[in-house]
């Protein structure tokens, strides 16, 4: 069974930061590439960042230069460091592996 468990979500302020873990179980890590999306109220899913099976990443230019994401193949797991977070980051992350998705972690950026 696969599943994919993210955490690390919270409230923080602007400009603060945060870092997203997402733990992989039931797949052979190391063969996927992972993703980050995020979903705002009434907004549509979004890709925020892209780690390719050779760390390679992507991201959305809204998030470049203050996000980085990881991956750790050895603990199956992939991470989003959040950096100079603003109100507009808020929204439920979401990990994605293929076809499978967590449960998201909600990230709230207010004073």
């Known amino acids: 069974q696969v599943q994919l468990v993210e955490s690390g979500g919270g409230l923080v302020q602007p400009g603060g930061s945060l870092r997203l873990s997402c733990a992989a179980s039931?797949?052979?890590?190391?063969?996927?590439?992972m993703g980050w999306y995020r979903q705002a109220p009434g907004e549509e899913r979004e890709l925020v960042a892209v780690?390719?099976?050779?760390?390679?990443?992507n991201y959305a230019d809204s998030v470049k230069g203050r996000f980085t994401a990881s991956r750790d193949d050895a603990k199956n797991t992939v991470y989003l460091q959040m950096n100079s977070l603003k109100p507009e980051d808020t929204a439920v992350y979401y990990c994605?592996?293929?076809?499978?998705w967590g449960q998201g972690t909600q990230v709230t950026v207010s004073s």
């Open positions: 994605n592996a293929g076809s499978q």
């Open positions: 039931g797949i052979i890590f190391s063969f996927y590439a």
């Open positions: 780690i390719a099976r050779s760390g390679n990443t």
